[in-house]
């Protein structure tokens, strides 16, 4: 964030307004150009003298595209951001929130107007801008300008930084579900064509179809949310680093279900998710072209609907599964087996124990390709056996530990 240093005896607000009006009425001559400049300058000063900064911020940005296109300026990139630095300081003049906010968006409606013009500065000077406001509200509605600044002026890489905190900046401004709804939207279109970035475009997806929950206000708007729930799926199909999601627990997910266009991509998610490799094999014969139009490739879901059929037999083999029973789910050769475990432990998926001689694997964990409401109630019980085993353990140290001290003091009373 540029920071303003006053180095002449002139207000730095007032040395901005003569410096865009003498750049403004440069062509005019000395005879026009003198008159105007010094209007501009005494309209500045009362405003200064009135506290109007609002005003002022309207005067200031009147040549704030004269600034941003002039070829004048002796070293353009940083005249400028010193020169907006000093507009944007104007909210903190402000004698309140709202008038902060009045500024704030008479300043973004001039940097956004043009945003393949310099994108990389003027998101620069609208995050300069953030930092200077108090207003959580006012922060929410600048940084959502920086968004649509970005995606408009192709500047992905000056705002994905920002994406990881995103979740602390929504619980500060404490915005509504249609203000987040709007924000991981636009956050995911950016991702969308982001090289190495899938898994953050599926996890802001995944965000984004989130504040879906079905009610009746969503009625209306569900519906738009459809193409990205396809993308969802196909993503989650694609990915060779994802096994598990909550899509098919959401409402926008689940509208595809009964939708002719879309029916069959649910239908795949519910494949991946639900069903082993024998069934995928099956919507394949009879949709390859669905499967080619969407990018995906038959032998990465044949490798990745294995590794989700390894799951399924974790979840239903109570601990051990049998050597033949993976061979006949993964539709593999006998040979394969320990290859396919150890591809499943390098993906983080499942640690398990091979047991060469039974011909088993004793699963010590797993992952649930659906987490949802189940799988947390299953977790709930276990913790509360988990504790209680823990409470028993402690009772029983404790009875010990009344006995042997009772004990000890039998002993003393008898040696005396």
Request: charged content about 25%; overall charge negative.
């Amino acid at each position: 964030m540029a920071t303003i240093v006053n180095t002449t005896e002139e207000e730095p607000m007032l040395a901005v307004v003569r410096f865009t009006a003498e750049l403004a009425w440069a062509d005019a001559g000395a005879d026009v150009a003198e008159p105007e400049v010094t209007r501009l300058c005494v309209e500045a000063q009362q405003h200064i003298l009135a506290g109007r900064w609002l005003d002022m911020a309207s005067l200031m940005l009147a040549s704030a595209d004269l600034l941003l296109q002039s070829p004048r300026l002796p070293d353009k990139d940083k005249d400028l951001e010193c020169i907006l630095a000093i507009i944007c300081n104007l909210v903190t003049k402000a004698r309140s929130q709202d008038e902060a906010l009045q500024i704030a968006e008479l300043i973004c409606a001039k940097l956004t107007h043009q945003p393949q013009d310099k994108p990389a500065l003027r998101l620069k000077v609208l995050f300069s801008l953030y930092n200077l406001l108090g207003s959580p509200y006012a922060k929410a509605f600048v940084y959502k300008k920086a968004l649509d600044l970005a995606a408009a002026g192709k500047a992905a890489d000056c705002i994905i930084p920002t994406f990881k905190n995103i979740d602390s900046f929504i619980s500060d401004w404490g915005i509504g579900k249609l203000d987040q709804r709007d924000l991981f939207l636009v956050a995911a279109r950016i991702l969308k064509d982001q090289k190495g970035m899938n898994k953050d475009y599926f996890n802001f997806l995944n965000k984004y179809l989130a504040t879906f929950d079905g009610s009746g206000d969503d009625a209306d708007a569900i519906g738009d949310a459809k193409e990205e729930a396809v993308a969802a799926i196909v993503e989650f199909v694609k990915s060779s680093d994802l096994y598990q999601c909550d899509l098919l627990n959401m409402p926008a997910i689940a509208q595809l279900e009964k939708d002719e266009k879309y029916q069959l991509v649910y239908e795949l998610l519910k494949i991946f998710l639900t069903q082993r490799l024998d069934s995928y094999l099956e919507f394949q014969s009879a949709n390859s072209a669905l499967l080619k139009g969407y990018g995906l490739v038959h032998e990465d879901c044949i490798t990745k609907m294995r590794l989700m059929s390894l799951l399924d037999l974790s979840t239903r083999c109570a601990g051990e599964i049998p050597y033949h029973a993976i061979i006949d789910a993964l539709k593999i050769n006998d040979d394969e087996v320990e290859y396919w475990i150890v591809k499943a432990i390098s993906c983080k998926i499942l640690d398990c124990k091979v047991d060469q001689l039974n011909q088993v694997i004793i699963v010590s964990r797993h992952t649930e390709r659906i987490f949802g409401m189940p799988q947390w109630q299953s977790l709930r019980a276990k913790l509360g056996v988990w504790r209680g085993n823990i409470a028993s353990a402690i009772n029983t140290i404790q009875a010990n530990k009344v006995t042997d001290d009772a004990s000890q003091g039998i002993q003393g009373l008898m040696i005396r």
